[in-house]
């Protein structure tokens, strides 16, 4: 048997996990910036941009985190009714995990968390989860259509294009039960199971899908502006030059190849966006980018850490 001592520690250890790992992976980015740009430069640019715009940044960019609760909390009402703060705890754990660990390994916290906190089957859970990831990669997609359909030479041709592109969720879930149906007798038989699923894990009714839709949309679009705002404050310039670089960075992290933290990757598709939609590709410019890229990623590492730290508190099961 284990000795009382080893036991507690390993309690403690057990309950103060998470912020364990977000101490070491914090810790770890801190010297990876210090060695490759030093926290001069980096810091220059955050009193150079001031105090309230970057609280007000953070505020907002927090505030994406309630709404994206909001819309797993409005999917499965039966499950979360009254638990608004339990579900926010897991959405933060989730989100943190998501950030950090590479490879979109974080995801598969997602249905564990769901089924020990709300007895969600782990299928369902992730089926819903996958349902939900389209929606958010639909969205940034329509994001950056916007910056197309702006630079077009066919403006009316493109316009056209975005909005058919925009509802296409809306027209997927009228005929999701045809779609469903061809891809069971096209999909392998072993994945067939897995299409019937994702069935499960659609809204219910039209007006759920559509909440869900609409929640999606405002969350990206603010998390997307705040950045891009951001990003001009820090020097990236033009506009679509920093709205580019908030999509880059944003569409890197949804995509499968993510290192932890998004150390490296944010930052690349940051820049990658901001060239792309019309950002200078000369040499002082780009270090210029590279570190308002360094300064976006924080941004978005020290919200995550205040949407954790909020959460944390929230939804403990008391102990008897």
């Known amino acids: 048997m284990k000795s009382p001592v080893v036991a507690s520690r390993q309690s403690w250890f057990i309950r103060n996990r998470m912020t364990l790992l977000t101490i070491a992976i ?4 801190a010297l990876f910036i ?7 430069a980096i810091v220059g640019q955050w009193v150079q941009v001031g105090v309230v715009p970057i609280l007000s940044a953070l505020a907002l960019l927090t505030s994406t985190y309630f709404l994206r609760t909001w819309r797993i909390y409005d999917y499965f009402p039966r499950e ?4 608004f703060t339990s ?3 897991v959405t933060q754990i989730h989100n943190l995990l998501n950030i950090m660990l590479p490879f979109r390994a974080g995801e598969t916290s997602f249905p564990v968390l769901m089924r020990t906190e709300f007895g969600i089957p782990l299928v369902r859970g992730t089926s819903a989860l996958f349902v939900m990831r389209l929606l958010d990669l639909h969205a940034l997609l ?3 259509g916007v910056g197309f359909a702006i630079a077009s030479s066919h403006k009316m041709a493109a316009w056209l294009a975005w909005a058919a592109f925009l509802a296409l969720p809306v027209g997927a879930f009228a005929i999701r039960k045809s779609l469903l149906q061809l891809g069971g007798r096209i999909l392998p038989t072993k994945a067939r199971k897995f299409v019937g699923e994702i069935e499960n894990g659609l809204p219910a009714s039209s007006s759920s899908f559509a909440r869900a839709w609409a929640m999606t949309v405002i969350n990206w679009l603010v998390k997307v502006l705040v950045l891009a705002w951001a990003l ?10 920093s709205f580019g670089g908030a999509l880059g960075g944003e569409l890197s992290s949804v995509l499968p ?6 150390v490296g ?15 200078s590709s000369e040499r002082t410019a780009l270090a210029a980018l590279a570190r308002a890229s360094i300064n976006a990623h924080l941004l978005i590492i020290v919200s995550a850490l205040i949407g954790t730290a909020i959460s944390l508190p929230l939804g403990r099961r008391r102990q008897l």
Do not use: N, Q
Not at 26 to 29: G, K, L, M, R
Not at 80 to 83: D, E, Y
């Open 26 to 29: 914090v810790a770890a980015y």
């Open 34 to 40: 210090h060695w490759f740009w030093g926290w001069a």
């Open 80 to 83: 979360t009714v009254g638990r």
């Open 87 to 89: 579900l926010f705890r």
């Open 142 to 144: 329509a994001a950056a």
């Open 232 to 241: 001009s404050l820090m020097g990236v310039l033009p506009t679509a030059a």
């Open 257 to 262: 190849v993510h290192a932890p933290g998004g």
């Open 265 to 279: 990757t944010y930052p690349a598709g940051i820049t990658a966006g901001a060239v792309a939609f019309g950002g």
